[in-house]
């Protein structure tokens, strides 16, 4: 018994099962099943270990460029340590507010990141807490938790399934799946069939897989499987055995710290060695040292990392407010990277919810057409419908959910049916007390059809609805428009003909017979099945959502491919496919088989045009999602069931379904869907997007102004001029000038065409000319600085009682903060003028900037403020000179827009760029 988890029980008889357990259909004894679950262990699967807030905290301060601002506040404490006659004394305020900046960053990351996990607890199920069982030739309840393999279960209507079980016998019972194998629609059970080692495990009817629903009716079977040995157990464990990765947003601020920290390195040397080889440089060693590490930090913008942590923050909470329940930061943006979206298709792009779309009754057939339900009361009434909706009412056993209007408990095909009936004003269980049930047949799969006896206004009249071919043998007549005639094999043939056409669309088919009888039957095996008159048919499927095809349309515009993965079979996935406009002249089909028979090398082939994947296993899903990340793809998957999990954690950004989806699903997902709607991701894609767009504003906004800081020290040096700004005036402009408006440019508006140009696939920030941007804007601010000491140091100007050193320092620093100010302005758009805004106002970055200015004005102007930062005031015609030089770059980067416009009109066929 050491094995018996791993054997293919569904290819033995449930005598076989019972002799490999050593059990019996009088259950096992009390000690015995002590005994195996003492060697089992029990029936739950092993809990994930939440994430603790020390491992949240370190991999917020653990990427490259919180590293290296961490170098630069240890640098900053080794300067202030160090003797006065080295340069000592210095750096502790900049180490204090490095240390600060970094604290923020942890803190907004790990912060949103408990409340979506704190979120996520809160959308958990509850799951099956007992288990009826039979022990000691007894039946008791016993936590569910504590069933064994080998023990007796039995399972009854609404039920959750506790184990793996095979079943030995059954009442016409059928299991909702859909959670672990993708069918949409109820399976029914056959305990006593035996079926092959390879078949499917949406196709195993012997079987009652764990976590799985009873719809309804009720059934006995041994467990075979618990806990981690069950096939939900053994998808969880595929959950553990995936790795963590890297999401395209912190791969590509790696990028960017990477590219700052080698120019800050090439700085550093080169002042360091022209210092030592220049004889017109008189600095000591270590100040030569000092410099060129002071001007290597510099080139990293300080509050790149917060600032990016804010951005992705506001983008969760815009999300939130669109129904994306984001679990962290980074996922944000990644879905804007996005180039493919595989989805589910039950609950995602259908509604989840069996519907009656097409019926045919009387002329119907004759013409060879059915007829569309949606508004069909208003356009032929109900009384050319009367029989047909009298067997919709009254044949099944579902009925409508008092806590949810609009919703049925039950079966979803007889669900279907009592809401079709309700279109046209017959609420099923009044209609029922009006015609009370006398007598029924219920459904079996051997029949493949239900009957039942009214008692109605004409008499007693039987109803029979099932599987149309199994339906037509039993009728002698048939309805028309003028009335019940005898029924001919042409007759028989047309209907079949239509109701096949029907299923060709991947509809369900229902056909629909009555017969009057005289009294009840006696027995429950009498034959009342004969002699009867077929009253119509309806197709029910489960409908695509209607808002589904413009958010795919937006998809496609967009460059992003979405591709279909369900358990379902192949007709109902195309079917379901075409409508929603998924599938496109040149696309394929791929079942679960042919995917079986395909290499790694082919699936990569035929991946990339392949946009319907059906009748899949979870193992496959798995295997879709890693062909698509190996051929270069961004891919987003959602899912709401079990099976669904290992693809979701291997995905670049797993999509949970909030309502319909299980905890596992949840647990192993990136962002929840709490409407379980496919357009809900259109949103959040166009956010990711947004976010990225501002991301990269916001370096180029920092870079650039960092740029002109490392230049204007740099070359000052080179010129051999004194120091033109101090330390301490670079990080007061990195942190509190230029921070705001960053931040407010993270929530700029998303540009006009942001889903109308594909998405992004280079690994860094820095593509399509952000570099050249970047430096020219640089040197644009670096000129005005440059101006502005050079006109302090050289120009006969007022320099109003001060030394014209400090003036000079003066000027440019306040030239360096008012400039890259303005610039903020520039950044809202790389071609669109700051005057004719092409996304909209942003009233934050106007106050940001006011805010900003109102911290340049108190260092300046405030007694005492100004001496600690080595300020003084100024005459008059300095600050015009200062106002001059501070709005050149906005002119500057103005006229560059005016001939890159131009640029780009004399070359209208391409495609405007992401960053546009």
């Given at each position: 018994?050491?094995?018996?988890?791993?054997?293919?029980?569904?290819?033995?008889?449930?005598?076989?099962?019972?002799?490999?357990?050593?059990?019996?259909?009088?259950?096992?004894?009390?000690?015995?099943?002590?005994?195996?679950?003492?060697?089992?262990?029990?029936?739950?699967?092993?809990?994930?270990?939440?994430?603790?807030?020390?491992?949240?905290?370190?991999?917020?301060?653990?990427?490259?460029?919180?590293?290296?601002?961490?170098?630069?506040?240890?640098?900053?404490?080794?300067?202030?340590?160090?003797?006065?006659?080295?340069?000592?004394?210095?750096?502790?305020?900049?180490?204090?507010?490095?240390?600060?900046?970094?604290?923020?960053?942890?803190?907004?990351?790990v912060?949103?990141?408990?409340?979506?996990?704190?979120?996520?607890?809160?959308?958990?199920?509850?799951?099956?807490?007992?288990?009826?069982?039979?022990?000691?030739?007894?039946?008791?309840?016993?936590?569910?938790?504590?069933?064994?393999?080998?023990?007796?279960?039995?399972?009854?209507?609404?039920?959750?399934v506790?184990?793996?079980?095979?079943?030995?016998?059954?009442?016409?019972?059928?299991?909702?799946?859909?959670?672990?194998?993708?069918?949409?629609?109820?399976?029914?059970?056959?305990?006593?069939?035996?079926?092959?080692?390879?078949?499917?495990?949406?196709?195993?009817?012997?079987?009652?897989?764990?976590?799985?629903?009873?719809m309804?009716?009720?059934?006995?079977?041994?467990?075979?499987?618990?806990?981690?040995?069950?096939?939900?157990?053994?998808?969880?464990?595929?959950?553990?055995?995936?790795?963590?990765?890297?999401?395209?947003?912190?791969?590509?601020?790696?990028?960017?710290?990477?590219i700052?920290?080698?120019?800050?390195?090439?700085?550093?040397?080169?002042?360091?060695?022209?210092g030592?080889?220049?004889?017109?440089?008189?600095?000591?060693?270590?100040?030569?040292?000092?410099?060129?590490?002071?001007?290597?930090?510099?080139?990293?913008?300080?509050?790149?990392?917060?600032?990016?942590?804010?951005?992705?923050?506001?983008?969760?909470?815009?999300?939130?407010?669109?129904?994306?329940?984001?679990?962290?930061?980074?996922?944000?943006?990644?879905?804007?990277?996005?180039?493919?979206?595989?989805?589910?298709?039950?609950?995602?792009?259908?509604?989840?919810?069996?519907?009656?779309?097409?019926?045919?009754?009387g002329?119907?057939?004759?013409?060879?057409?059915?007829?569309?339900?949606?508004?069909?009361?208003?356009?032929?009434?109900?009384?050319?419908?009367?029989?047909?909706?009298?067997?919709?009412?009254?044949?099944?056993?579902?009925?409508?959910?008092?806590?949810?209007?609009?919703?049925?408990?039950?079966?979803?095909?007889?669900?279907?049916?009592i809401?079709?009936?309700?279109?046209f004003?017959?609420?099923?269980?009044?209609?029922?007390?009006?015609?009370?049930?006398?007598?029924?047949?219920?459904?079996?799969?051997?029949?493949?059809?239900?009957?039942?006896?009214?008692?109605?206004?004409?008499?007693?009249?039987?109803?029979?609805?099932?599987?149309?071919?199994?339906m037509?043998?039993l009728?002698?007549?048939?309805?028309?428009?003028?009335?019940?005639?005898?029924?001919?094999?042409?007759?028989?043939?047309?209907?079949?003909?239509?109701?096949?056409?029907?299923?060709?669309?991947?509809?369900?088919?229902?056909g629909?017979?009555?017969?009057?009888?005289?009294?009840?039957?006696?027995?429950?095996?009498?034959?009342?099945?004969?002699?009867?008159?077929?009253?119509?048919?309806?197709?029910?499927?489960?409908?695509?959502?209607?808002e589904?095809?413009?958010?795919?349309?937006?998809?496609?515009?967009?460059?992003?491919?979405?591709?279909?993965?369900?358990?379902?079979?192949?007709?109902?996935?195309?079917?379901?496919?075409?409508?929603?406009?998924?599938?496109?002249?040149?696309?394929?089909?791929?079942?679960?088989?042919?995917?079986?028979?395909?290499?790694?090398?082919?699936?990569?082939?035929?991946?990339?045009?392949?946009?319907?994947?059906?009748?899949?296993?979870?193992?496959?899903k798995?295997?879709?999602?890693?062909?698509?990340?190996?051929?270069?793809?961004?891919?987003?998957?959602?899912?709401d069931?079990?099976?669904?999990?290992?693809?979701?954690?291997?995905?670049?950004?797993?999509?949970?379904?909030?309502?319909?989806?299980t905890?596992?699903?949840?647990?192993?997902?990136?962002?929840?869907?709490?409407?379980?709607?496919?357009?809900?991701?259109?949103?959040?894609?166009?956010e990711?997007?947004?976010?990225?767009?501002?991301?990269?504003?916001?370096?180029?906004?920092?870079?650039?102004?960092?740029?002109?800081?490392?230049?204007?020290?740099f070359?000052?040096?080179?010129?051999?001029?004194?120091?033109?700004?101090?330390?301490?005036?670079?990080?007061?402009?990195?942190?509190?000038?230029?921070?705001?408006?960053?931040?407010?440019?993270?929530?700029?508006?998303?540009?006009?065409?942001?889903?109308?140009?594909?998405?992004?696939?280079?690994?860094?920030?820095?593509?399509?000319?952000?570099?050249?941007?970047?430096?020219?804007?640089?040197?644009?601010?670096?000129?005005?600085?440059?101006?502005?000491?050079?006109?302090?140091?050289?120009?006969?100007?007022?320099?109003?009682?001060?030394?014209?050193?400090?003036?000079?320092?003066?000027?440019?620093?306040?030239?360096?903060?008012?400039?890259?100010?303005?610039?903020?302005?520039?950044?809202?758009?790389?071609?669109?003028?700051?005057?004719?805004?092409?996304?909209?106002?942003?009233?934050?970055?106007?106050?940001?900037?006011?805010?900003?200015?109102?911290?340049?004005?108190?260092?300046?102007?405030?007694?005492?403020?100004?001496?600690?930062?080595?300020?003084?005031?100024?005459?008059?015609?300095?600050?015009?000179?200062?106002?001059?030089?501070?709005?050149?770059?906005?002119?500057?980067?103005?006229?560059?827009k005016?001939?890159?416009?131009?640029?780009?009109?004399?070359?209208?066929?391409?495609?405007?760029?992401?960053a546009?």
């Amino acid at each position: 018994m050491e094995d018996q988890q791993q054997r293919p029980w569904h290819a033995m008889s449930y005598r076989q099962a019972e002799e490999v357990l050593k059990t019996s259909e009088e259950g096992l004894s009390d000690e015995e099943a002590a005994a195996r679950l003492q060697k089992y262990g029990k029936n739950v699967l092993k809990e994930v270990k939440p994430k603790s807030v020390w491992r949240m905290i370190w991999e917020q301060i653990s990427d490259i460029m919180v590293i290296i601002l961490f170098l630069a506040m240890i640098f900053s404490l080794v300067m202030y340590f160090l003797p006065e006659d080295m340069g000592g004394g210095e750096g502790l305020p900049e180490a204090i507010v490095i240390l600060c900046v970094i604290v923020l960053n942890a803190s907004v990351g790990v912060i949103q990141e408990k409340k979506a996990a704190d979120a996520l607890e809160a959308l958990k199920n509850m799951t099956a807490p007992n288990a009826r069982v039979l022990r000691n030739g007894e039946e008791s309840v016993v936590p569910a938790s504590e069933l064994v393999p080998g023990d007796i279960v039995y399972l009854e209507d609404g039920a959750i399934v506790p184990a793996d079980i095979r079943i030995i016998n059954d009442n016409n019972m059928s299991i909702q799946e859909a959670s672990l194998t993708g069918e949409s629609v109820p399976v029914p059970k056959d305990g006593p069939t035996v079926l092959p080692e390879d078949a499917p495990l949406g196709d195993r009817v012997n079987m009652a897989f764990s976590s799985s629903i009873v719809m309804y009716g009720n059934a006995v079977g041994i467990v075979v499987g618990t806990g981690m040995n069950t096939e939900v157990g053994k998808i969880a464990d595929m959950l553990k055995t995936q790795d963590d990765f890297q999401t395209p947003i912190k791969k590509k601020l790696n990028s960017v710290g990477k590219i700052l920290t080698l120019v800050g390195v090439i700085v550093c040397v080169a002042i360091m060695v022209i210092g030592f080889l220049d004889t017109r440089v008189h600095r000591e060693w270590y100040d030569l040292v000092f410099l060129g590490i002071s001007l290597a930090i510099s080139i990293i913008p300080e509050g790149l990392p917060a600032t990016a942590t804010i951005i992705m923050a506001f983008g969760v909470q815009r999300m939130a407010k669109k129904n994306a329940l984001v679990k962290s930061l980074p996922a944000v943006e990644t879905l804007g990277s996005a180039t493919v979206v595989c989805c589910d298709k039950t609950g995602t792009l259908t509604l989840n919810k069996m519907t009656v779309t097409h019926v045919a009754v009387g002329s119907d057939f004759e013409m060879g057409m059915t007829t569309l339900t949606e508004n069909l009361k208003d356009k032929y009434g109900r009384n050319i419908y009367q029989d047909l909706l009298d067997a919709c009412a009254l044949c099944g056993n579902a009925h409508m959910d008092p806590d949810r209007p609009g919703e049925t408990m039950g079966d979803p095909t007889e669900g279907a049916l009592i809401l079709f009936a309700d279109k046209f004003g017959i609420n099923s269980e009044d209609y029922e007390d009006e015609h009370p049930r006398m007598f029924e047949q219920p459904f079996d799969s051997d029949r493949k059809r239900m009957t039942t006896l009214n008692q109605m206004s004409e008499g007693l009249v039987a109803y029979t609805k099932g599987a149309v071919d199994e339906m037509l043998p039993l009728c002698t007549h048939y309805l028309t428009s003028n009335g019940v005639r005898e029924m001919t094999d042409v007759d028989r043939r047309k209907i079949l003909d239509l109701c096949n056409n029907m299923s060709k669309n991947a509809l369900r088919v229902l056909g629909f017979a009555k017969r009057k009888l005289v009294k009840v039957p006696e027995n429950e095996t009498d034959d009342i099945e004969f002699d009867m008159t077929f009253v119509g048919a309806v197709g029910m499927i489960d409908p695509p959502r209607k808002e589904v095809i413009g958010a795919v349309e937006t998809c496609h515009e967009a460059g992003i491919r979405v591709i279909m993965i369900t358990g379902d079979h192949k007709v109902t996935a195309l079917a379901i496919a075409k409508q929603l406009h998924i599938f496109r002249k040149g696309n394929t089909v791929i079942t679960g088989p042919e995917l079986d028979e395909m290499t790694d090398e082919q699936l990569d082939e035929a991946v990339k045009d392949c946009v319907v994947f059906a009748r899949v296993s979870p193992s496959d899903k798995l295997r879709i999602i890693k062909s698509l990340k190996r051929t270069g793809e961004v891919a987003a998957m959602t899912g709401d069931g079990v099976n669904d999990s290992p693809a979701l954690k291997e995905a670049d950004i797993g999509v949970a379904m909030g309502i319909t989806g299980t905890d596992v699903a949840k647990e192993a997902a990136d962002m929840i869907l709490l409407d379980d709607n496919f357009t809900t991701i259109e949103h959040a894609i166009r956010e990711g997007r947004r976010v990225y767009r501002n991301i990269q504003k916001v370096i180029q906004f920092l870079v650039a102004g960092n740029i002109s800081e490392i230049l204007t020290l740099f070359l000052a040096f080179i010129f051999g001029w004194e120091d033109p700004i101090l330390a301490i005036h670079v990080l007061l402009i990195n942190l509190a000038t230029d921070s705001l408006p960053a931040i407010a440019l993270g929530v700029d508006p998303a540009d006009r065409n942001v889903m109308k140009v594909p998405p992004v696939k280079s690994g860094t920030l820095f593509e399509k000319g952000v570099i050249i941007r970047i430096v020219v804007h640089g040197l644009f601010i670096t000129a005005s600085a440059l101006s502005a000491y050079a006109v302090a140091e050289l120009a006969p100007i007022n320099l109003n009682g001060n030394e014209r050193h400090e003036v000079a320092m003066t000027m440019t620093f306040m030239v360096l903060a008012l400039s890259q100010l303005v610039h903020a302005i520039n950044q809202r758009s790389n071609y669109d003028s700051v005057f004719r805004p092409g996304q909209g106002h942003n009233h934050f970055l106007y106050g940001a900037m006011a805010a900003s200015l109102a911290i340049v004005a108190f260092v300046s102007f405030v007694p005492g403020i100004m001496d600690f930062f080595e300020l003084v005031y100024l005459d008059w015609s300095c600050y015009l000179i200062v106002l001059a030089l501070a709005v050149f770059p906005l002119v500057a980067v103005e006229i560059t827009k005016v001939f890159m416009r131009i640029w780009k009109k004399m070359h209208t066929a391409a495609q405007p760029d992401l960053a546009d």
